[in-house]
């Protein structure tokens, strides 16, 4: 299903030029990966092929070991995971334990400086958006799988990131639940187009959300 | 559960008995006394608070300190470097080193610079105690999910930010189990407050031991035991309270890999070698005193310890100490070893067995000074009098043991596979041939290392063996102290020589139940 592209010349989004990752003991790329803004690119690869630390250094959680990694034409290579603006959303929900639901999803405004009741006021709608209105005053252990991750995505989404990028969200859940969940959230990212990097070892998934899907393996050929 | 024999359902019996002669009956000695009209008195009066406080605050200090230096390093501990097991090891010897040992060992390294007093005894108390923090809080810190930490951060958080909001939280239950600890340690501490302390260090304890064996007034002492018991309750229960119930989700812990940043590692680097650093000094320095004299140096501190003339009895020199310490230390292991092997085993049978096991836990939260003066007042005189019969020692120090006998033998008796029993029964074995087949040889291994870490207690502990041991009879931290007590320079000397074989024995001690716990999964 894939979109014809919004504006006649489509703005890169998330990109990676040359892009080694790895450590000491293990390396791949170079890499050259390319997205558009607003559209949501789905990575496919068995499992340990890499996606997972790609993404991480997309992020800035790993170091690049060489290359580049640019947002909207600007080079983050350098910038703290704090400072580059870019959402994730883990395999496990990693929920904060001591914090509830509406805590958490807070916890990206707070860390802005945005005050605890506007902060919560966001979080709530939020909440709404991901279809679990009421649940601020939840325990995160009173959620189920897929619930859990919901409230992972508002919570990265809270903090408005410039580009999200989703790491095996739904492999915890059962097939049903996978699918039919991808193709909500999809949903979800699309009404607020934003830039999306899916990593998935599961074809069916990659469609059900994403506007591009590229093969892990063909990253380096470019 | 059918795990045990029938005749061994009613082992709890054992460790039920010895508890209930041993720590209830002195209590209730200690409570009776001390509900005098007299010793009432001691209780309310401001004299025993204004100590109380005193002593609060200096453990409030230690307790500060040793998080200060003890926090940092739990935190190396939670990478993977070469020297790691080694750093860890080294970081545990304050502890279980005998306390009189250590006061000496910090005065012979800093001499002249350490002033007695609050200063000199708070280092002490946080130079023992670091040890705890970094084994407490360093297991904890090495299960949490890293995942937690890179959510945060890509959530906006700075480094700093991610350790107050997130890692901060998780250690948070830790982190107040330990400062419980290192408070109620540093509270009822005795040995290191006597040798390095003035009158703005006093504590109960050693106002216990005071009223005792100099003012002869029990049922002040008692008074005073009643008082250090309130509080340590309260502490307790704070602490409790503290360890909240947020449960992370622990994930295997998983050693970190070395940072990738040049400084990180030289910070990791620099944290592990000081911290090295500041262990071995002071033991390095205890065994220069023992063989430096004023022209020099000189084995003439060891050669002399065999000689009575050098003791502090008429009967014994430094040397006969040991021999009667090695005697306690021996009766301490075998007593304690199958009173706690028992207790540990309880827990397999019925439900008031699994109580029993939680309940030999509780001497741990009894001081030193109180376990001495509750078997003095009913042990001690008739129509109880066991003080000739040398056995007044090793049971206090079999109860300070038990406690540490039992939370080292649990974790082996939980990893017991019950599925070897069914096999042992289905081959036809009776049940106590079942039982001994499926569970002995661990339990052996087990029996053996508990015996040598109660043995390790008894070999250091002060507190007790000041009230109970007899003049003429006394311990080796017994005796250090007493030499120390004496002017010149030979008695310092001998303490350190008297001290060196001390801190070897038990240190070798400690490093075979470590290798024995290794192999049971203990």
């Not at chain 1, 989703?166 to 959230?185: C, I, K, M, W, Y």
């Not at chain 2, 939670?78 to 970081?91: D, E, N, Q, V």
């Not at chain 2, 904890?140 to 890692?167: E, K, N, P, V």
């Amino acid at each position: 299903m894939n979109r014809e592209p919004g504006p006649p010349e489509p703005e890169e989004g998330l990109a990676a030029h040359d892009l080694v990752i790895g450590n000491r003991f293990w390396q791949a790329g170079p890499l050259n990966v390319r997205t558009t803004t607003g559209q949501i690119t789905a990575i496919l690869g068995p499992s340990g092929c890499g996606k997972s630390t790609l993404l991480a250094t997309l992020a800035g959680i790993e170091p690049a070991l060489s290359g580049q990694v640019m947002l909207h034409g600007i080079d983050l290579t350098d910038v703290p995971v704090h400072h580059r603006g870019i959402g994730m959303v883990f395999q496990e929900p990693l929920l904060f334990p001591h914090l509830n639901v509406g805590a958490n999803v807070a916890y990206g405004l707070r860390r802005q400086g945005v005050n605890k009741s506007v902060a919560a006021q966001h979080a709530a709608e939020l909440l709404d958006w991901v279809g679990l209105p009421g649940f601020a005053d939840r325990a995160t252990d009173s959620l189920s799988g897929g619930q859990a991750q919901r409230v992972a995505l508002a919570r990265a989404m809270a903090p408005s990131p410039r580009a999200l990028l989703l790491d095996e969200p739904f492999s915890a859940l059962d097939t049903d639940l996978r699918l039919r969940l991808a193709g909500e959230v999809a949903e979800l990212l699309r009404s607020r187009s934003i830039t999306a990097i899916h990593v998935t070892h599961d074809l069916a998934e990659a469609h059900a959300m994403a506007d591009v899907v590229e093969q892990f393996g063909d990253l380096t050929a470019r | 559960m059918t795990v045990l024999p029938r005749w061994m359902r009613v082992l709890w019996i054992a460790p039920a008995g010895f508890i209930v002669a041993f720590v209830a009956v002195p209590l209730w000695q200690i409570a009776a006394n001390a509900l005098h009209d007299d010793a009432l008195q001691t209780l309310l009066s401001g004299s025993t608070w204004h100590v109380a406080a005193l002593a609060a605050a200096q453990a409030l200090l230690s307790t500060v300190l040793a998080m200060a230096v003890g926090l940092p390093l739990a935190a190396v501990t939670c990478y993977r470097f070469p020297g790691r097991a080694l750093t860890r090891a080294l970081l545990t010897i304050p502890f279980v080193m005998p306390t009189v040992v250590v006061a000496l060992a910090l005065r012979s390294m800093l001499g002249g610079a350490l002033p007695t007093g609050i200063v000199a005894v708070v280092i002490a108390h946080a130079w023992i105690n670091v040890a705890v923090v970094v084994r407490v809080v360093g297991s904890q810190w090495a299960r949490m999910d890293l995942g937690y930490l890179h959510a945060a951060r890509c959530l906006g958080a700075s480094r700093l930010q991610g350790f107050r909001t997130i890692t901060v939280p998780f250690l948070r239950p830790a982190i107040a189990s330990a400062a419980t600890v290192v408070f109620i340690f540093c509270f009822t501490s005795l040995g290191i407050v006597l040798l390095l302390g003035d009158q703005h260090t006093k504590t109960l304890e050693e106002q216990i031991l005071r009223q005792t064996s100099v003012l002869l007034d029990l049922p002040a002492a008692s008074a005073l035991a009643l008082a250090q018991l309130l509080v340590v309750s309260v502490a307790l229960i704070l602490g409790a309270r503290a360890i909240s119930t947020t449960t992370y989700r622990p994930t295997t812990a998983a050693l970190r890999p070395l940072p990738a940043s040049t400084g990180g590692r030289v910070a990791l680097f620099s944290c592990a070698g000081l911290g090295a650093i500041g262990v071995l000094a002071p033991v390095i320095s205890l065994v220069i005193a023992s063989v430096s004299s004023a022209h020099g140096m000189t084995w003439q501190w060891w050669a002399t310890l065999n000689s009575v003339d050098a003791g502090t009895t008429r009967i014994g020199s430094p040397i006969a100490a040991l021999g009667i310490s090695i005697q306690y230390a021996l009766i301490t292991g075998v007593l304690a070893s199958i009173i706690g092997v028992i207790a540990a085993i309880s827990l397999l049978g019925p439900r008031i067995g699994r109580w029993i096991a939680g309940v030999s836990i509780l001497p741990l939260g009894i001081s030193a000074a109180t376990l001495g003066l509750g078997l003095l007042l009913a042990y001690a005189r008739p129509p109880i009098d066991l003080r000739g019969t040398g056995l007044l020692v090793p049971l206090a120090h079999s109860l300070v043991a038990v406690p540490l006998v039992v939370a080292v033998v649990i974790p082996a008796v939980r990893s017991l596979d019950g599925r070897r029993l069914g096999v042992a029964r289905s081959l036809g074995a009776a049940p106590t041939r079942a039982f001994v087949t499926a569970y002995g040889p661990t339990l052996a291994v087990v029996m053996v290392a508990a015996g040598g870490l109660a043995a390790a207690v008894s070999l250091g502990e002060f507190g007790a063996a000041s009230f109970l041991a007899r003049p003429g009879t006394p311990t080796v931290p017994l005796q250090i102290v007493r030499l120390l007590g004496k002017p010149g320079e030979q008695p310092l000397a001998a303490a350190a020589a008297l001290s060196v074989i001390l801190a070897a024995l038990t240190l070798t001690l400690v490093l075979l139940v470590d290798r024995l716990g290794r192999r049971v999964g203990a």
